[in-house]
């Protein structure tokens, strides 16, 4: 079922929203999601579907690691499978490596815009921020969701 878009306004006070090396604020649209735990914590928009849209922050520990930063990178867009070639974008540097693409649902051809922000911390651990929503939902919202990336802050 093709999803519907909508318009997201901002709602009630601001919520710090700070895990591992990262910190964004967000508003009283988001719920905390169940799935949080001690490596991921997430809060997701629930308006018209169960994930309408996500912001997440995960911290991956060095030993559960292999690879590279950009390696790693690369294998969080490969999980994605039906990723659109022409929506990737990367940008990278020595310290991190930042894509975003979309995604399609082969069942309900919902598109899905994904930011994902992947750098290692002083000690060596994963730490990413993943901002997902389905793309007509990013579309209609492009500020409100780009408001949040951009005040994503670096705490180390």
């Not at 290692?120 to 409100?144: A, E, I, P, Q, R």
Request: net charge positive; glycine share 4%.
């Amino acid at each position: 079922e093709k999803f519907e878009k909508f318009k997201i306004q901002k709602e009630g006070k601001d919520i710090v929203f700070k895990f591992g090396m990262f910190e964004t604020t967000i508003d009283q649209n988001w719920v905390k999601s169940k799935v949080s735990n001690e490596y991921v914590q997430s809060y997701w928009v629930t308006k018209k579907s169960l994930r309408d849209a996500t912001v997440t922050m995960e911290v991956i520990p060095q030993s559960l690691l292999t690879g590279e930063l950009e390696s790693i990178g690369y294998k969080s867009l490969g999980f994605s499978t039906w990723v659109i070639p022409s929506s990737v974008k990367v940008e990278k540097s020595k310290n991190y490596i930042k894509l975003e693409y979309v995604v399609l649902d082969p069942e309900s051809l919902n598109e899905t815009y994904v930011y994902d922000l992947h750098m290692k911390d002083k000690t060596g651990n994963l730490n990413s921020f993943h901002v997902t929503t389905y793309k007509d939902v990013y579309d209609s919202n492009k500020k409100y969701f780009d408001s949040i990336i951009s005040r994503l802050k670096i705490t180390q």
